[in-house]
């Protein structure tokens, strides 16, 4: 049996400033700057091709309203790629706290180790604007309620322009965190 969640997401507040993004490096006598250079480079939090595809399923969203396509942001991906792999040690399933995330957005989807493919991970969250109403947020739903869309308002969101996405494989689930810069979902805010 298939089984899947999702986890609304989290409401931003403006910030000015992008994540901070910078190599570790010791200073001092016993770590010359030149070391430096020699460190390994990091592993992507992805295949490049599975990257590719979840960057190709959110701006096809985007595209199909008109919105700036996004990008895809390694340095992201690879705090989502920390946060997928505590949740999937952890059982947790709950957003990482904002200074952890850098104060950028945040989806998360779980579901049957497996049985979707990146596509429908982010597709499930593309889903919710059959619920959604263009508006101001947080008045951007049929029901009332702005937690049943606020993955698609994230995914959409005008001045959001940087995602980055990872999978974790817990027991029986896979968990995909998708971080987003500059983060979305800013109440007084419209939204497309």
Request: proline share 8%.
């Amino acid at each position: 049996m298939r089984h899947a969640f999702v986890l609304f997401s989290l409401i931003a507040a403006p910030v000015s400033a992008g994540p901070v993004i910078a190599p570790v490096a010791l200073y001092g006598p016993m770590a010359p700057v030149q070391k430096l250079a020699q460190m390994p480079a990091q592993m992507p939090a992805m295949p490049p091709a599975i990257a590719a595809r979840a960057l190709a399923a959110h701006n096809r969203e985007r595209v199909r309203l008109g919105e700036t396509p996004l990008v895809w942001d390694e340095a992201l991906a690879q705090g989502a790629l920390d946060w997928a792999q505590e949740l999937a040690r952890s059982g947790r399933f709950d957003h990482a706290p904002a200074i952890r995330r850098k104060r950028a957005g945040e989806n998360l989807f779980m579901g049957t180790a497996g049985a979707y493919p990146i596509e429908a991970m982010v597709e499930q969250f593309i889903a919710e604007r059959d619920d959604f109403l263009p508006g101001t947020f947080p008045a951007v739903t049929r029901d009332g309620n702005w937690h049943n869309v606020a993955h698609y308002t994230q995914i959409v969101w005008r001045g959001t322009r940087r995602v980055g996405c990872a999978v974790a494989r817990a027991r029986r689930d896979d968990v995909l965190v998708c971080r987003y810069w500059p983060a979305g979902n800013i109440f007084g805010q419209r939204v497309p």
